[in-house]
């Protein structure tokens, strides 16, 4: 039974591996579940057992997406409550996440007019899961008068991660222009963000390492 267990969760994998880059290479229209079964070396009553449509493996295409940000997000008790801390630690990994699916988010962003509702829901549920678990850490750090009171925080959050969204599209795009690294525009980021939101004083943006004006 393990045996069996083991080998239906790797064919599983198998298939949202194959089904991510078909999704990203033909988009969600041209995307089929032949070609994604072919990708995956599967035939298509393999895959149908496994995802009974295609919605069903955009879907999980997605969780495995965010599945970082999810996990880091699931145990916020164990968060320190610092905010440039815990928000650095999150940018981390939502850029990681971010640079492995880039031409899965460029297929998102470049077919968002043509996606059907189906996929479309998706995409909602999925981001608005994931942001609302940022937003329930920002309120608490207004419970704890550490986060300002006026800000309305779903924006706020939408604000923050399209920033480091940004700045993945434009370092991918045009890497030999930029004079700063990744890790320099997220610490920014973070500090420009933090900085915006705290009712605290906190540090300095060094000025050595932003150099943003080098921004062409």
């Known amino acids: ?13 198998r298939l949202i591996k194959a089904a991510t ?9 041209g995307a089929t579940t032949r070609e994604i079964a072919r990708v995956a070396e599967v035939n298509e009553v393999t895959l149908f057992r496994y995802f009974p449509s295609k919605e069903q493996l955009l879907a999980a295409v997605i969780q495995q997406v965010i599945a970082l940000q999810a996990e880091a997000l699931a145990h916020q008790d164990e968060w320190t409550q610092d905010l440039h801390i815990d928000l650095k ?10 640079e492995e699916h880039e031409a899965l988010i460029r297929m998102f962003i470049g077919e968002a007019k043509r996606h059907p509702d189906a996929a479309r829901q998706i995409l909602h549920d999925a981001c608005q ?7 329930r850490y920002l309120r ?12 309305e925080l779903k ?5 923050f991660t399209g920033m480091l969204l940004s700045g993945m599209l434009r370092r991918t795009a045009t890497p030999s222009t930029l004079s700063y690294s990744s890790e320099c525009y997220i610490d920014n980021c973070v500090k420009l963000f933090v900085r915006g939101i705290s009712t605290l004083l906190v540090e300095p943006i060094d000025t050595n390492t932003a150099n943003l004006s080098s921004i062409q």
């Open 21 to 29: 880059e078909v999704f990203a290479s033909c988009g969600l229209a």
């Open 1 to 13: 039974m393990e045996n069996l267990g083991s080998k239906a969760a790797q064919t599983r994998a």
């Open 140 to 151: 608490k750090g207004q419970e704890n008068g550490t986060v300002c009171l006026e800000l």
């Open 89 to 98: 630690h999150y940018a981390k990994l939502y850029n990681q996440m971010l």
């Open 129 to 135: 899961s994931l942001n609302e678990q940022l937003v």
């Open 155 to 159: 924006p706020v959050v939408d604000m």
